[in-house]
């Protein structure tokens, strides 16, 4: 199964309840990824520290114009959906930092004028924490979109195994494609009025795009219970409530794990690994019958 | 010469829009005859992205001469200068007045963009 973990806000805890999760169910189950799909400020490894064990770039073709071939008959610019490439005269200018790679002006142009250069856009990580396997990535500063990156960490998951996917703050592109082909959605919020704001949002976009989910708060007992009016009203299940407690700060400050650093928290996990999964198997269960 | 000026409606009494690539209309403006051409830039008032870069080509399919507006992003001051349209920015106030103060010399060329993308 694949779990991806998601919030909307930033700083809610996205990153804390999945790197806990994955360790805590790695002791039971080896071969789950924790997959870090937040290339643009990667995090989880900062607790799992893995061992990197394979490194390697990913490139993505960006045309190139042969001014000696290109007559300028514009047919490249026309099929162009991203506004890439713009016509003056009858010169063809390109700006690589709009492109989406999808090939089309290569397919278009009639004269061969247009040959395709790899452009490195980020790196992508493998590697392994104890018994947790881990995949990652990291993208290069400049480059706009995060998505054919996100697109190739996940990738480097085994088609059958199983998966813990960190998904990056918003709900915006990124996140959909992390989101994406996941069997549950986990949204991590914080009972704030800015925590509760962003996860009205995230509820929209999974409910949009279909996908099963649930809620973790976290910092639960800050005395704003309008988060837990807000699930019930909406039906929408909370999974587990992590408390308010200084100590989760200082564990987490130290680059450490919750689940062992905190006599006690290891049951707050727990019940969300197993409260996960009873949903998940309902869940099946309902499509078999269906 | 012609003139064109990134305007906030087709009329002539219109003001200056300040953006560029998502101006609404572009009004052109012949010194010689006075004469004004309007040109809608709907299309790139609401596009993903690249909205400077193909207003610039547009403009450049005008043959218009020189560019006055608000203010101009990187991509499309390139697409501008191979166009050889020349850019004026900072300019505010209805277009009439500026094209008279364009006419009276009050203005000078844009030596480099003067916003950031995706301004």
């Not at chain 1, 694949?2 to 809610?12: D, M, Q, V």
């Not at chain 1, 700006?95 to 061969?112: I, K, N, Q, W, Y």
């Amino acid at each position: 199964m694949r779990i991806a973990i998601a919030s909307g806000k930033g700083g809610t805890g996205k990153t804390t309840v999945a790197v806990n999760l994955a360790s805590l169910m790695s002791e039971t189950n080896s071969g789950l990824y924790y997959v870090d799909c937040d290339v643009e400020e990667p995090n989880g490894h900062l607790f799992l520290n893995p061992e990197v064990t394979a490194k390697r770039p990913l490139f993505l073709p960006k045309p190139s114009i042969n001014e000696e071939l290109c007559d300028g008959c514009g047919e490249c610019k026309v099929i162009c959906q991203y506004n890439a490439l713009a016509l003056i005269g009858e010169k063809v200018l390109v700006f690589p930092e709009l492109c989406h790679s999808c090939g089309g002006c290569t397919l278009a142009c009639t004269r061969d004028a247009i040959t395709e250069v790899p452009h490195e856009i980020g790196s992508i990580f493998e590697g392994k924490a104890g018994e947790l396997m881990y995949a990652g990535g990291e993208l290069k500063i400049g480059i706009p979109s995060a998505v054919p990156l996100i697109k190739e960490v996940k990738s480097m998951v085994p088609n059958m195994d199983d998966a813990i996917l960190d998904a990056p703050a918003g709900t915006s592109c990124p996140v959909i494609e992390t989101v994406r082909g996941a069997d549950y959605v986990l949204l991590v919020t914080e009972p704030t009025p800015f925590g509760l704001n962003d996860l009205k949002i995230a509820v929209e976009t999974v409910r949009l795009l279909g996908l099963p989910f649930g809620v973790v708060i976290n910092r639960a007992g800050m005395r704003d219970e309008k988060t837990n009016g807000y699930c019930e009203e909406e039906g929408i299940k909370i999974l587990s409530e992590i408390p308010n407690d200084r100590k989760a700060a200082e564990v987490y400050s130290r680059g450490q794990m919750l689940y062992t650093g905190i006599p006690g928290f290891r049951k707050y996990f727990k019940e969300l690994f197993l409260k996960l999964t009873a949903e998940i198997e309902s869940l099946t269960e309902k499509s078999t019958v269906i | 010469m012609l003139i064109a000026v990134t305007a906030k409606s087709a009329d002539p009494n219109s003001e200056v829009e300040p953006r560029f690539g998502r101006a609404p209309y572009f009004q052109i403006i012949d010194t010689e005859s006075d004469e004004i051409k309007v040109v809608e830039n709907s299309e790139n008032v609401n596009a993903m992205q690249g909205a400077g870069i193909q207003a610039a080509e547009s403009l450049a399919n005008t043959n218009a001469d020189v560019l006055l507006t608000g203010h101009c992003g990187p991509k499309a001051f390139h697409t501008l200068k191979t166009a050889g349209i020349r850019i004026v920015v900072g300019v505010d106030g209805a277009v009439k007045e500026a094209v008279e103060r364009f006419k009276n010399n009050e203005y000078e060329y844009a030596a480099s963009p003067d916003v950031e993308s995706h301004w």
